[in-house]
C-alpha cells in the first residue's frame, strides 16, 4: 500500500520560507516521479514542481527562482524549499507519486497522493 506524508506547512509572514517534506513508503517502482501540488480556495490543483527518480526537475513559472525541490531517492522522501513566499502562495500543498511522465502539468495522472499540509502567508 503507498502512502505519502507530507510536513512543514504553517503560517508565516510574506518574505518568509517553508520547507515541506514528503515521505513516500510502499513505493517500490525504480522510476518514479514526485511532485508537489497545491490547491488555494476555490481554485484548480496546480503542479508546483517535480523531480524524477534520475533526478531531473521541473518547477512552474509562477514561483521559479523561489521554490526548489530536491529528493532523498535512499528515504523516498522530497522537499520543497519555499523562499520569499507570497500571499498568493496560500494554499493546500500536497505531494504525489507515480511512474508517469514528470512535469506539473501532469497533475491528473497522479494515482497517489498525500492528505496535504496547508501553507498560510499572510501580508
Known amino acids: 500500500q503507498v502512502q505519502l506524508q507530507e510536513s512543514g506547512g504553517g503560517s508565516v509572514q510574506s518574505g518568509g520560507s517553508l520547507r515541506l517534506s514528503c515521505a513516500a513508503s510502499?513505493?517500490?517502482?525504480?522510476?518514479?516521479?514526485m511532485g508537489w501540488f497545491r490547491q488555494g480556495l476555490g481554485s484548480e490543483r496546480e503542479g508546483v514542481a517535480t523531480?524524477?527518480?534520475?533526478?531531473?526537475?521541473h518547477v512552474a513559472d509562477s514561483v521559479k527562482g523561489r521554490f526548489t525541490i530536491s529528493q532523498d531517492n535512499a528515504k523516498r522522501t522530497s522537499y520543497l524549499q519555499m523562499n520569499n513566499l507570497k500571499a498568493e502562495d496560500t494554499a493546500m500543498y500536497y505531494c504525489?507519486?507515480?511512474?508517469?511522465?514528470?512535469?506539473?502539468?501532469?497533475?491528473?495522472?497522479?494515482?497517489?497522493w498525500g492528505q496535504g499540509t496547508q501553507v498560510t502567508v499572510s501580508s
Open positions: 504525489a507519486a507515480d511512474s508517469v511522465p514528470c512535469s506539473p502539468a501532469s497533475v491528473q495522472r497522479f494515482a497517489y
Open positions: 510502499g513505493y517500490t517502482a525504480s522510476r518514479y516521479c
Open positions: 523531480i524524477a527518480s534520475d533526478g531531473r526537475t
